[in-house]
């Protein structure tokens, strides 16, 4: 798909991943919907891109939060090409800890905002890319997924994350089999350890640590990285129902 002129809603898009996937799309004439809960670092980075980038506060398990975004993506650029579901969060707990098991709900609002939420934005997405007129090669949209090297390889105190990041794996082939004669793809990049906002709060010693158990390049992912990926994916009319690791050959050891 040709990126120029094209309109996507990233999730997750304040910061991260999403924000340099957002930054790579305007730098190559696309517009983008950043969509996020943290309303001031949206905003911020929404200016940072000009009128290309607009924010859009929004739940991603919430139907009427992902219509929302839809709806101000067809209002400010005049449809939707692209998604990109960055959005997720990650709650460390053991199955059971010293306070006895997992409660439940833990484990439900993981997988409510990794899994759910990224079959939420793709479903609402998707229906209205099914509708685009198509290419020259007969594409109407691109979906692209976020899951993590967790999905196969989980530690210690990961099984809910791990879960639902398996599931977006798990759910990316018959997505893309569900909307290939619509014209629409589906890929999931699946990250190892990146330089995330979240991985940025540790002491420097522990993400130089993190950053050598990797085998090369021996250091922590970059957020460009994964977005170089992501614009491949678009412009790449061939991949399609893949899950790509972004991992350095990282295997995670149980902890």
């Not at 939707?80 to 053991?94: D, E, R, S, T």
Request: net charge positive; hydrophobic share 45%.
């Amino acid at each position: 798909m040709e990126i120029k002129g094209s309109v996507a809603i990233i999730t997750g898009g304040a910061s991260g991943l999403g924000a340099a996937t957002a930054k790579a799309l305007v730098s190559q004439g696309g517009r983008v919907v950043l969509v996020d809960m943290v309303e001031e670092t949206g905003k911020k980075t929404a200016a940072e891109l000009g009128g290309a980038a607009i924010y859009c506060k929004t739940d991603v398990t919430s139907e009427a939060d992902g219509q929302n975004a839809i709806a101000q993506a067809q209002k400010a650029f005049g449809g939707l090409n692209i998604l990109v579901n960055c959005a997720g969060i990650g709650v460390p707990g053991k199955i059971v800890g010293k306070d006895g098991p997992m409660p439940l709900s833990q484990f439900a609002k993981v997988v409510e905002v990794n899994l759910i939420g990224s079959f939420n934005m793709a479903r609402l997405a998707a229906a209205v890319m099914v509708n685009n007129t198509p290419n020259a090669g007969g594409e109407r949209g691109v979906i692209i997924h976020t899951s993590s090297i967790a999905a196969w390889e989980g530690q210690i105190g990961q099984v809910a994350y791990a879960a639902s990041k398996g599931g977006v794996v798990g759910m990316t082939l018959p997505m893309a089999r569900d909307l290939a004669k619509n014209g629409v793809r589906v890929v999931t990049i699946a990250p190892g350890i990146m330089q995330t906002p979240m991985l940025a709060g540790l002491p420097e010693k522990v993400q130089e640590s993190l950053g050598a158990q990797v085998p090369f390049p021996s250091r922590l992912g970059q957020p460009t990285e994964y977005a170089d990926v992501a614009m491949t994916i678009i412009r790449n009319a061939y991949l399609n129902g893949s899950v790509i690791r972004v991992d350095g050959a990282l295997r995670m050891s149980p902890k």
